[in-house]
Structures are given as structure tokens and as C-alpha cells.
């Protein structure tokens, strides 16, 4: 009755940034199996143009693999995944930012196929569409600006959204470790910042791909909030939850909060493992009722 834990990145992030905390899990004695979604890590593009010297024009205009991924092939590869994962138990869904509109969709389609749903400052949309939550006040700390500060050509053009992460902008490089990583080192800024991959795909889902009470409302879910989160600040996960709770009041989230920014989670994994792993422990103890 072991549980495989499923672990689901967000935008520009692949399966590799998950290492250090499969390791931690690993030693705990769990098991887990980190997704790349489609279009994402050996299945992204990464051109000539975008080793150094870099050539911006050529970076600006050379196709990438992800171009026409939708929020639907994200969710098939996700359910496809799920599906192998529960062949041999119970599955426990993990999402992190973006990652969390392909689990929630997911949930809505397979809930057969998850036994916990976890969002750690991860995305479920309930009320609104999630680029409608931009313009509400939870989210008015964000600085929308910060990505197109390294865009890399004409998303409309591209059929992708293309940022130039090795850029050496300083005013960029100063904006992205204030959005991700602003209580950790230079180092381990410019370390995670080199996991991350240039294009992402356009489409977030509509309101048909928000939480569904019938479906999602039946597994049981926790929140993890990241309390100096600056990407997804404390109040918008608040509000999320808060969203959640109302849907389905008698299945609420269990929730739990670890301080740190949007990524020092994943580089100091410790303590968001030990969380985790308290959430396998009623199946490791054999007590289903506790689920």
C-alpha cells in the first residue's frame, strides 16, 4: 500500500528541478516519479541561438517543439502517467505553480485516479479564469513585467511564450530572483535559473478546467503554502483555498505552510518532504480510514 508520489512542475520547469526532492523522499523511504510535461525537458527546444555568444534575432524566430501544446495534452500526458502510478497503489498528485492547472484539470477528469491531490503554491482556479486573477488585488504585488524584460520574440508570431534566461541584463536577472528565489544565494539563483527552459506554452485552461466539485470535490487535497512567496503571493494561495474550501465544505483542505520564496522549497527540500511524507503515512500504517 506503498503511495507513488506524482510531481508536477510549473511553467518553464521540467522534471530535473525535482531531484533534491526525490532524494529527500527517497530517504524516507517513498517513492516518486517526477513528470515532464509535453514540450518540456529532453522534449524542449533549446537552439544554437540560444548557447553563447547568443544570437537574439535567431533566438527571436527559431520554432519550439511546444508550439500547439495544449492544456489538454498536458492533461492526457498527466492522466496517462497516473494511470501506470496506480497500478501498483495509491497515488499521491503533487503540483507545483502552473503545474497546478494540469493537476486540477486532471482531477477533474480521472478523480478515480488520485488518492490526495497536493498544490504547493500551485494554481487551482475555482472562482475565476486564472489570467483573471492578474487583475485582483491578491495579485497587485506581482510585477507582470518581470519575463518580458528577457522576451524573446512575438509570442503571437511564435505560438509560445520564449524568455531569455541566460540573458546577462542585470535589471532582468535582479527581477527574476526577486519573483523566484529572493532568500536564497546568488549561486543558487543562477544554478536554478540554468534548470529552467526558454518556451512554455500559451494556453491556461477556461472555465471548463477549473476545480469541479463533483469530480475534484472527491479527493481529499492539501495546500502547502510557501509564506514569502512573491509570485503567487500568501493572499492570492489564501484565496485559493478559501475558494476550494467553499466548494466542497465538507471536504476542506489540510493545510500547511513553509516559509521560503517560490522555489527555496525545492532547494532546501527537507522540510517540504517530511511534509509529504506525514501525508503517506496513514497507507504506510495501513489505516485507510485516515485518508
Request: net charge negative; with cysteine; aromatic share 8%.
Amino acid at each position: 500500500m506503498q503511495p507513488t508520489f506524482v510531481l508536477v512542475h510549473g511553467a518553464f520547469a521540467n522534471s530535473f528541478s525535482f531531484a533534491p526532492l526525490q532524494a529527500e523522499l527517497g530517504l524516507l523511504g517513498h517513492r516518486s516519479v517526477a513528470v515532464d510535461l509535453p514540450g518540456h525537458g529532453f522534449g524542449a527546444t533549446y537552439s544554437r541561438a540560444y548557447q553563447a555568444p547568443q544570437d537574439p534575432e535567431g533566438l527571436a524566430a527559431v520554432p519550439g517543439s511546444i508550439k500547439g501544446v495544449t492544456l489538454a495534452d498536458n492533461v492526457a500526458h498527466l492522466i496517462g502517467i497516473l494511470e501506470r502510478a496506480k497500478g501498483n497503489g495509491p497515488v499521491i498528485l503533487v503540483s507545483h505553480s502552473r503545474g497546478g492547472i494540469t493537476a486540477t484539470a486532471a482531477a477533474n477528469a480521472r478523480p478515480d485516479l488520485i488518492d490526495r491531490i497536493v498544490y504547493v503554491s500551485a494554481w487551482c482556479p475555482v472562482d475565476l479564469d486564472v489570467n483573471d486573477y492578474y487583475a485582483e488585488p491578491e495579485m497587485a504585488t506581482v510585477d507582470a513585467a518581470s519575463l518580458a524584460m528577457a522576451l524573446a520574440g512575438n509570442p503571437a508570431e511564435l505560438g509560445l511564450l520564449r524568455i531569455n534566461f541566460r540573458t546577462a541584463d542585470p535589471a532582468a536577472l535582479a527581477a527574476f530572483k526577486a519573483a523566484f528565489l529572493a532568500d536564497g544565494t546568488d549561486e543558487e539563483f543562477l544554478t536554478f535559473l540554468n534548470t529552467f527552459q526558454p518556451d512554455e506554452n500559451l494556453d491556461v485552461g477556461t472555465s471548463a478546467d477549473r476545480a469541479q466539485a463533483e469530480s475534484w470535490g472527491r479527493i481529499p487535497k492539501t495546500f502547502v503554502r510557501l509564506a514569502d512567496d512573491t509570485s503567487l503571493p500568501l493572499a492570492l494561495q489564501d484565496r485559493l483555498i478559501r475558494e476550494g474550501d467553499a466548494l466542497t465544505p465538507d471536504n476542506p483542505y489540510d493545510v500547511h505552510t513553509l516559509e521560503g520564496s517560490h522555489l527555496k522549497w525545492l532547494i532546501d527540500p527537507a522540510p517540504a518532504a517530511r511534509v509529504l511524507a506525514e501525508l503517506a503515512e496513514p497507507w504506510r500504517a495501513g489505516d485507510e480510514r485516515r485518508v
